[in-house]
């Protein structure tokens, strides 16, 4: 088996630590992976994650990396810098490898070689919260050309656009991710709004086809409170601007419409604000509606339109920002 590193960047995420390594080793060890090695990357955080790195005894051991705030692509960069393995296996903080995700990795590689690049299949966590169904509903309405029916597959180019793809849970040749990383440019200075999945990833993907099968899965726990769900959509509304503001993309055209659009929307809500109000309810009314119809199970499609007024405020917001900042970084010498 090829030697792997596993690069976990991490910030003020203390409390979800101890359990998400916990599970990566219950995965490490069921798989019977020797030669592993996990490098956590401390992305400057405030909280007690210095404390709980340092009474970590578990095996394999930790080698924690320090750096000042910078971004999950910065921290995945230093990872990589400090990675040893053949394969490298990005791993977030709140997220949970599944107990044999990782043994049906072993034989994929031993049956087939040439299948070195793995998207996890990412399933997310059950229970009662609101957010975790919105989120549940709308990653089934973006990637439901997999979702619908998820079974080992795989894409390419021409695809790559339709299929689910993030460094969530993301396995691939350490070589190719150091060119990735080399080559990557985002269209924001500050990397910390960067989009670290679908601009890392598409270099990769003109390699080698993305495999994905549902046992090469993971659960990921999502904002679980109002002010962490709009912080997240804001920021998510930002990245997607500079993974998709791109000719040729599938969202390129939706997202000019937005900037030509959003400017005509807020001055209506100003000045109509019941007429916008009207207008998000009856909207939300729709998508939720919609969602059953595509297959949605029927209390996340209730989340979604619940919570869609809210997200799409933040997530609009988001997006305003990252357009934004494309024209200030771009005018900038």
């Known amino acids: 088996?090829?030697?792997?590193?596993?690069?976990?960047?991490?910030f003020n995420?203390?409390?979800?630590?101890?359990?998400?390594?916990?599970?990566?080793r219950v995965a490490i060890l069921r798989a019977g992976w020797s030669d592993v090695e996990i490098i956590v990357v401390d992305d400057g955080s405030t909280d007690e994650t210095s404390t709980v790195l340092a009474a970590d005894?578990?095996?394999?051991?930790?080698?924690?990396?320090?750096?000042?705030?910078?971004?999950?692509?910065?921290?995945?960069?230093?990872g990589l810098a400090a990675?040893?393995?053949?394969?490298?296996?990005?791993?977030?903080?709140?997220?949970?490898?599944?107990?044999?995700?990782?043994?049906?990795?072993?034989?994929?590689?031993?049956?087939?070689?040439?299948?070195?690049?793995?998207?996890?299949?990412?399933?997310?966590?059950?229970?009662?919260?609101?957010?975790?169904?919105?989120?549940?509903?709308?990653?089934f309405l973006a990637w439901r050309k997999y979702l619908r029916s998820p079974r080992l597959t795989s894409y390419g180019v021409a695809e790559y656009d339709y299929y689910p793809k993030g460094t969530t849970f993301f396995l691939a040749p350490k070589d190719w991710l150091v060119e990735a990383c080399a080559g990557f440019e985002s269209s924001f200075t500050d990397l910390r709004h960067a989009n670290d999945d679908t601009l890392l990833i598409r270099p990769i993907v003109t390699r080698a086809s993305i495999n994905m099968s549902p046992e090469f899965s993971c659960t990921y726990?999502?904002?679980?409170?109002?002010?962490?769900?709009?912080?997240?959509?804001?920021?998510?509304?930002?990245?997607?601007?500079?993974?998709?503001?791109?000719?040729?993309?599938?969202?390129?055209?939706?997202?000019?419409?937005?900037?030509?659009?959003?400017?005509?929307?807020?001055?209506?809500?100003?000045?109509?604000?019941?007429?916008?109000?009207?207008?998000?309810?009856?909207?939300?009314?729709?998508?939720?509606?919609?969602?059953?119809?595509?297959?949605?199970?029927?209390?996340n499609a209730l989340a979604l339109g619940f919570l869609a007024p809210l997200f799409g405020i933040a997530y609009g917001l988001g997006i305003s920002r990252g357009l934004a900042l494309r024209i200030v970084d771009r005018r900038r010498p």
């Open 57 to 78: 005894h578990g095996a394999p051991a930790l080698s924690v990396v320090r750096q000042e705030n910078g971004g999950r692509f910065r921290a995945r960069q230093a």
């Open 1 to 10: 088996m090829p030697t792997l590193s596993v690069i976990l960047p991490t």
């Open 221 to 299: 726990f999502p904002r679980d409170s109002a002010r962490k769900f709009l912080a997240h959509s804001l920021h998510r509304g930002t990245v997607f601007v500079d993974g998709y503001y791109h000719p040729g993309t599938r969202f390129y055209r939706p997202l000019q419409l937005f900037a030509i659009l959003a400017p005509v929307a807020l001055v209506l809500g100003v000045r109509r604000p019941k007429l916008a109000v009207l207008a998000l309810v009856a909207g939300s009314s729709v998508l939720g509606m919609g969602a059953r119809v595509a297959g949605v199970p029927r209390k």
């Open 13 to 24: 995420a203390a409390s979800w630590l101890p359990d998400t390594l916990e599970h990566l």
């Open 83 to 139: 990675a040893t393995g053949e394969l490298v296996l990005f791993i977030d903080s709140r997220v949970h490898a599944h107990p044999t995700s990782l043994c049906f990795i072993r034989d994929q590689l031993s049956d087939f070689p040439d299948r070195l690049v793995w998207n996890g299949h990412v399933v997310t966590a059950e229970g009662a919260s609101p957010f975790s169904r919105f989120w549940d509903a709308i990653t």
